[in-house]
C-alpha cells in the first residue's frame, strides 16, 4: 500500500485495449500529473502500476496460461519498479500475484465487481438443481414425456438448509435470497465471533459440526491455507445422500476425486460447479457427463457490466494510491 503521496507521472502497464478503453478517464482522475502507458510489448516496460484486465487473461486459466497472457505475466514480474498490481478477479490466487506479492508488490483485486452475477449463477444451479431440470432437460433431448410425479416429486426448499460457505459480498448475496426463499441458514466464515443475523455462525474449522443438517453446501469462500481442500471425502461423507453441492469459489476447495466418488456411489444427489481442480477440465472427467451434475466453465462471474465495475474500483484505488491512502481490496 502506499504510504506516501505519490508523485510524478506513473508508468502504468495495460493491455492496448484496456489503454483505448480507458485512458482518457485515467488522465482525467490524476489531473495535472499524466499517466505513462506501456505495454508488454513495449523495449522498456518497467511501470510503478498494472492493471489486469479482463482482456488479459481472455481464454488463460491459472493452470493453462496463453503466450499473450504470459507476455503480460512476464512484463509484471519483470518491472522492478513495480508497486502496485490491481487484477480484475474477486481473487488473487493465481501464481503470478503470489509472486508478486513476495516481490513487495502491493496487488489488489475487484472484490465485489462480479458479486451480483456470481450469487445469480450460484442460485441458478440451487434452482435448477432443486427442480431436477438436468433430469428434465435429458428427457428434452431424447423427446421423452418424463413429469416428475413419475421419478418422485422435488422437496420444497422452504425449511430446507443452505450452509454457505464464505461471508464475503457473492456469499452475503448467495444467504439473502436463500433466506428469502424460506431456507434456514448457516454461515461458516475465518471469524465465528462475527455473528450473522437470523443465521448459524461457525469458523472454517468447525464446518463438520454442521454438515450432518445441510441440505446445500453452497461454496462461495476465497482459496486460502483454511480453505484448501475443506471439502474433503470426509466432509462428504457427513452430508446427507440427499443434499447437493453448489461451488463458485474455486476447484482446490473441493477433493475432486471424492466429490466424484461420492456422486457416483449416490452419497450425494448433485452438484452445480463452476470451477475445477484443474481448467480447463479434461475431456476425460466423469464430470461432464454425470446425470446429476451442472458443470460450466468458470463463468459464474460473466456480464457486460463487469469492466465498468472493475474500473470503477481501479479508478478508485489509482486516486487514493496518488493521495497516499490506503487501497480498497488490498490482499494481505
Known amino acids: 500500500m502506499a504510504d506516501a503521496a505519490q508523485s510524478g507521472s506513473p508508468r502504468i502497464l495495460l493491455s492496448d485495449a484496456a489503454r483505448q478503453r480507458y485512458g482518457e478517464r485515467i488522465a482525467q482522475a490524476l489531473g495535472d500529473d ?8 513495449d523495449a522498456a516496460v518497467d511501470a510503478d502500476i498494472a492493471f489486469v484486465s479482463r482482456d488479459v487473461t481472455g481464454l488463460s486459466t491459472k493452470h493453462e496460461i496463453l503466450p499473450d497472457t504470459q507476455r503480460f505475466y512476464d512484463a509484471m514480474l519483470g518491472s522492478p519498479r513495480l508497486r502496485w498490481a490491481h ?35 450460484a442460485l441458478a444451479g440451487v434452482l435448477a438443481l432443486a427442480r431436477r ?25 422452504a425449511g430446507q438448509t443452505a450452509t454457505v460457505v464464505g461471508w464475503g459480498p457473492i456469499g452475503q448475496q448467495i444467504g439473502n435470497v ?25 469458523a ?24 484448501r481442500g475443506i471439502v474433503d471425502a470426509a466432509a462428504l461423507a457427513l452430508l446427507p445422500p440427499d443434499a447437493h453441492l453448489v461451488n463458485v469459489a474455486r ?16 452419497k450425494l444427489a448433485g452438484a452445480y460447479l463452476d470451477v475445477f481442480a484443474h481448467e480447463p477440465l479434461p475431456e476425460d472427467s466423469p464430470l461432464w457427463t454425470m446425470e446429476s451434475v451442472i458443470a460450466t466453465p ?31 481490496n488490498l490482499v494481505r
Open 34 to 41: 499524466a499517466f505513462v502507458p506501456v505495454g508488454p510489448g
Open 87 to 121: 487484477t480484475h478477479a474477486a481473487g488473487a490466487d493465481r501464481a503470478v500475484f503470489v509472486a508478486l506479492r513476495q516481490q513487495g508488490v502491493a496487488v489488489t483485486t475487484s472484490s465485489g465487481a462480479n458479486a451480483g452475477v456470481v450469487a445469480q449463477t
Open 133 to 157: 431440470f438436468p433430469r428434465l432437460m435429458a428427457a428434452q433431448r431424447q423427446r421423452k414425456w418424463a413429469p416428475l410425479i413419475g421419478s418422485g416429486v422435488p422437496r420444497d426448499l
Open 178 to 202: 436463500l433466506r428469502m426463499l424460506g431456507l434456514n441458514l448457516v454461515v461458516v466464515r475465518q471469524n465465528a465471533q462475527a455473528r450473522v443475523e437470523g443465521a448459524h455462525t461457525v
Open 204 to 227: 472454517f474449522d468447525d464446518l463438520a459440526s454442521v454438515l450432518p443438517r445441510t441440505d446445500w453446501l453452497v461454496l462461495a469462500c476465497p482459496l486460502t491455507d483454511s480453505t
Open 251 to 266: 476447484g482446490e476447495v473441493v477433493d475432486e476425486p471424492a466429490l466424484i466418488a461420492a456422486l457416483r456411489a449416490g
Open 298 to 328: 468458470h463463468s459464474a462471474g460473466f456480464s457486460d457490466g463487469n469492466a465498468e465495475r472493475v474500473f470503477a474500483i481501479f479508478l478508485d484505488n489509482l486516486r487514493r494510491w496518488r493521495a497516499g491512502e490506503g487501497l480498497v
